[in-house]
């Protein structure tokens, strides 16, 4: 697609739910980036996928985030049990290139994830 | 540690002006520095990208500097309009194999008229 799509825009749940986000990334792209955004904060990464596996998980916070891309271009971010803290805004960018880290990288508007 | 901090937190300007905005980086091995400018409710957008070698580069109105001996980078907005008001976010890359990209808070500018 012309730019990183990420569904969906916006998510309430209750405490304890399982949530589901999607990014869909600019065709062509290997590398693929989540991040969590709290409110006046930067950006703070989460996992890094080059292709279908992940290169760099160290930023989860704990085993009940998980995320996949089976098929090495749309990618979900998976989250048990969800808890009031999850809530953020979670990004997902991708980039041409990878392994340098000095690939531009481009951004989607974000999923808002709210757990009530 | 790996930081960025970025100054001032906001800052409020008139239609027109110019305006710098400050980030400095304890960050180690260097690979990159980058600006990025977020709207509200959006994703961030990449402004520029510069690498040990450089030491300035402008896109548009928007000029950034860095000094890799102090580890400090400006980002200078020339003739400001109601547009540029967003969060700008200085991004340190490590030279490391992976994604070690190091995020600031972010400068909430606000332009006004």
């Known amino acids: 697609g012309a730019g990183v799509s990420q569904t969906p825009s916006n998510k309430v749940t209750e405490k304890g739910k399982y949530v589901e986000l999607r990014c869909d990334p600019i065709?062509?792209?290997?590398?693929l980036y989540w991040y969590r955004q709290s409110l006046g904060q930067g950006p703070e990464f989460l996992i890094y996928?080059?292709?279908?596996?992940?290169?760099?998980d160290s930023g989860l916070p704990n085993d009940r985030f998980f995320a996949v891309r089976p098929e090495g271009s749309v990618s979900t971010l998976k989250i048990q049990r969800t808890e009031r803290g999850d809530s953020a805004v979670y990004l997902c960018a991708s980039s041409l290139t990878f392994g340098t880290n000095t690939g531009e990288l481009f951004f989607g508007e974000g999923s808002r994830l709210t757990v009530l | 540690k790996n930081q960025v901090e970025q100054s001032p937190q906001s800052l409020i300007i008139l239609e027109g002006k110019n305006c710098t905005l400050q980030?400095?980086?304890?960050?180690?091995?260097?690979?990159?520095l980058r600006w990025y400018k977020q709207d509200t409710g959006r994703g961030p957008v990449s402004l520029t990208i510069m690498t040990f070698s450089e030491n300035t580069k402008s896109n548009g109105r928007y000029t950034a500097t860095l000094d890799a001996d102090t580890k400090q980078s400006s980002l200078h907005i020339t003739a400001s309009q109601l547009s540029d008001s967003a969060s700008y976010i200085c991004v340190v890359g490590v030279n490391q194999a992976g994604t070690a990209l190091i995020f600031g808070k972010g400068t909430t500018l606000s332009v006004s008229s």
């Open positions: 980030c400095n980086y304890t960050v180690s091995p260097f690979s990159n």
């Open positions: 996928f080059q292709g279908t596996g992940a290169a760099d």
């Open positions: 065709s062509g792209h290997t590398a």
